[in-house]
C-alpha cells in the first residue's frame, strides 16, 4: 500500500537520451511535487502542481517537461538527458497547497548518466 | 546568505545521550517549519511540524525562535536508530507555495 510510489527506482542511462520517470500517489491529495536531489544532498523544489494546474516552475531548464494527466499522477520527462543531471529525484504529495501540510515522499529515482 | 543553514555534523554521540541541532532561517516573514529525517539512500519523512509554542513528541523537542530565527530539535535518550540526516525545512513567505530544504545535519549514534 505505498502512498507515493515512483519508477523506475534506478536509471542509467547514456548522454543524450530522453526519459520519463513516472509517480502516483494514492492519498487523495491535490498537490503533487518535483524533487532533485544532488550529491551535495540538498533538495531542491523543481514543480509543484495543485489540481493538475502548474502552480511553481523553478529555473529549471525547459529540456525538463512536467505532465499531470490526473491529480493522482505527475510525471517527468527530461530530454536530452546532461551529465549535470545525474541526481535523485523525488516525488511528493500533500494535502493541498497550504505549506503547513506536511509532504509524502516517494522511495526517489536514482538517475546516472553515463 | 542561505534561506535556511543547517550544520553538516556529523554528531557522534554515544546511545543514551541527549542532542541538539539548530537551524537558521534567513526570511523573518517565514510561517511553517518543519524538521523531516532522512536514512541513507531513503526519502525524507517528516519528523515533527515546529509551532510557535514549540512541541513536543516523545524523547524529541523542537523549538522556533522567532526574534533570532532559528529552530531547533533535541533529542533525548538517543537510541542507535535515530543515527540519520536531520532536515530543517522552512516555508520562507506566506505567499510563496513552496518549503525550502535545509542541507541537514547528519547524527551518528554510536553503542
Known amino acids: 500500500d505505498t502512498a507515493v510510489s515512483q519508477t523506475p527506482k534506478y536509471l542509467v542511462t547514456q548522454m543524450g537520451n530522453d526519459k520519463s520517470i513516472k509517480c502516483e500517489q494514492n492519498l487523495g491529495h491535490d498537490t503533487m511535487y518535483w524533487y532533485k536531489q544532488d550529491s551535495k544532498k540538498f533538495l531542491k523544489i523543481m514543480f509543484s502542481y495543485n489540481n493538475k494546474e502548474l502552480i511553481i516552475n523553478e529555473t529549471v531548464p525547459n529540456r525538463f517537461s512536467p505532465k499531470s494527466p490526473d491529480k493522482a499522477h505527475l510525471n517527468l520527462h527530461i530530454n536530452s538527458l546532461e551529465l549535470g543531471d545525474s541526481a535523485v529525484y523525488f516525488c511528493a504529495s500533500s494535502q493541498d497547497l497550504q505549506t503547513n501540510q506536511p509532504q509524502h515522499f516517494g522511495d526517489g529515482t536514482r538517475l546516472s548518466i553515463l | 546568505r542561505k534561506e535556511v543553514e543547517q550544520d553538516p555534523g556529523p554528531f557522534n554521540v554515544p546511545e543514551g545521550a541527549t542532542v541538539a541541532f539548530n537551524c537558521t532561517y534567513s526570511?523573518?516573514?517565514?510561517?511553517?517549519f518543519f524538521w523531516y529525517r532522512q536514512d541513507c539512500r531513503k526519502e525524507p519523512k517528516l519528523l515533527m511540524s515546529v509551532y510557535s509554542s514549540g512541541n513536543e513528541d516523545g524523547r524529541f523537542t523542537a523549538q522556533l525562535n522567532r526574534a533570532s530565527q532559528y529552530i531547533s530539535l533535541l533529542i533525548r535518550d538517543s537510541k542507535l536508530s535515530d543515527s540519520a540526516t536531520y532536515l530543517c525545512v522552512v516555508n520562507p513567505k506566506d505567499s510563496s507555495y513552496k518549503l525550502i530544504f535545509g542541507s541537514g545535519t547528519r547524527l551518528l549514534v554510536r553503542p
Open positions: 526570511n523573518s516573514a517565514s510561517q511553517s
